[in-house]
């Protein structure tokens, strides 16, 4: 039985979003989902304009959420939250109890309290709920994660995940979105950034088995926005992670670097060349594996491989890979070649190590993860 499109209302992501028109095209790729109705920007003007610039012929769009509920409810499957992280919990709380399948651009809260709350929402009424980690698209992404679990490289010893880019330097701040120079509960730096490193280490590693952290804060003078953020994470099997996320770089775009050490070899992925993972083997021999290679059975996949090697897999196609793990999940379609998709369960851990990683940050000392 074929599979049925899904009906998508899309709440935000107008013209003026920074990651809107990347997510439109991304949920066009495989034409699993049908943008159906939107409410794309609070300004009439805009609205308008993005129906146009992005000619989706068929949707309808409509002034705010309410308007939305109230002429389009019986048509839509799923929403699709894509606004800027401190106005999720208000969206979710209205649309949260109408039987549908939620995604929301990650993190889904800007808290713990209010990710409790909306778990408890999501067990109550059964539904479907999707945060949205796009890095977890990358088809090698999956190999690494893969080859691990196959104990490709052995018991691992080392973990740096990094993600540096340059916005908060003086020459870049004024492009800043206004709602990312300010902190409140927990740094905005990683609501942005921290999240996207956790989500990747907890695809390795349960993030409910570490021992200890420490995690020191960095600002500017002239600034109370955390800018920087170097995390140690000791976890159960004696590995030792380091987490680095900052804002404050110059010279990075957005520099997102995975290195995996075990006692029987290492692999190495750049988010500036994703085509490519390093392999060392036990010998210290390097190896450079594409798609093309038979080790990387997730790449080679139906589900992933959009092109054959040589074309260069891109930050869309991944988004697009992303949204194909979601579908598939409504879909109950059983693929041991894509690795699922994030959890609120998983997004639960992802905040509860930020949130130590806040606490330990104030004294800057170590303390026993709880």
């Given amino acids: 039985m074929k599979n049925k499109k899904i009906n998508l209302a899309i709440i935000g992501g107008g013209i003026n979003s920074t ?3 990347a997510h439109i095209t991304a949920l066009r790729m495989d034409g699993n989902f049908k943008i159906i109705a939107g409410v794309f920007s609070r300004s009439k003007k805009d609205n308008k304009k993005t129906l146009d610039i992005y000619k989706l012929d068929n949707c309808q769009i409509y002034k705010n959420i309410d308007e939305l509920i109230e002429f389009e409810l019986k048509n839509i499957d799923a929403f699709l939250i894509i606004t800027d992280t401190p106005s999720h919990f208000e969206i979710l709380k209205k649309i949260i109890n109408f039987n549908k399948t939620i995604i929301c651009e990650k993190p889904s809260c800007k808290n713990s309290k209010e990710l409790f709350y909306i778990r408890s929402k999501i067990e109550k009424n059964k539904i479907s709920f999707f945060p949205f980690y796009n890095y977890l698209g990358y088809p090698i992404i999956n190999d690494m994660i893969n080859l691990i679990n196959k104990n490709k490289i052995g018991k691992l010893q080392n973990i740096y995940i990094s993600m540096n880019q340059q916005g908060l330097t003086k020459s870049r701040v ?22 996207h490193v956790a989500s990747i280490l907890n695809s390795i590693l349960d993030l409910q088995k570490i021992k200890k952290l420490v995690s020191l804060e960095q600002k500017t003078n002239k600034s109370k926005v955390v800018h920087t953020v170097d995390s140690w994470i000791n976890f159960s099997n004696n590995a030792i992670c380091k987490l680095s996320v900052s804002k404050y770089k110059i010279g990075n775009r957005n520099n997102l670097n995975i290195e995996i050490y075990g006692d029987k070899g290492s692999l190495l992925w750049r988010h500036e060349n994703p085509e490519i993972l390093t392999y060392y083997n036990q010998k210290g021999k390097k190896f450079k ?13 139906l589900y992933l491989n959009r092109y054959t090697v040589g074309h260069p897999y891109g930050f869309i196609e991944a988004m697009a890979n992303y949204y194909y793990k979601i579908f598939a ?7 041991n070649k894509i690795l699922d998709p994030v959890s609120i369960y998983d997004e639960i851990k992802i905040f509860n190590l930020i949130t130590q990683l806040k606490k330990s940050s104030i004294n800057n000392r170590w303390i026993n993860f709880k």
């Avoid at 004024?174 to 999240?195: A, E, F």
């Avoid at 594996?289 to 996949?301: A, G």
Wanted: proline share 2%; no cysteine; hydrophobic share 30%.
């Fill in 19 to 21: 990651i809107g028109r």
């Fill in 174 to 195: 004024s492009k800043i979105k206004s709602w990312r120079l300010y902190d409140k509960d927990l740094p905005t730096i990683q609501l942005d950034l921290g999240v």
């Fill in 289 to 301: 594996l594409d798609r093309n290679d038979d080790e990387l059975e997730f790449s080679k996949s």
């Fill in 329 to 335: 999940s409504i879909n109950n379609i059983k693929n």
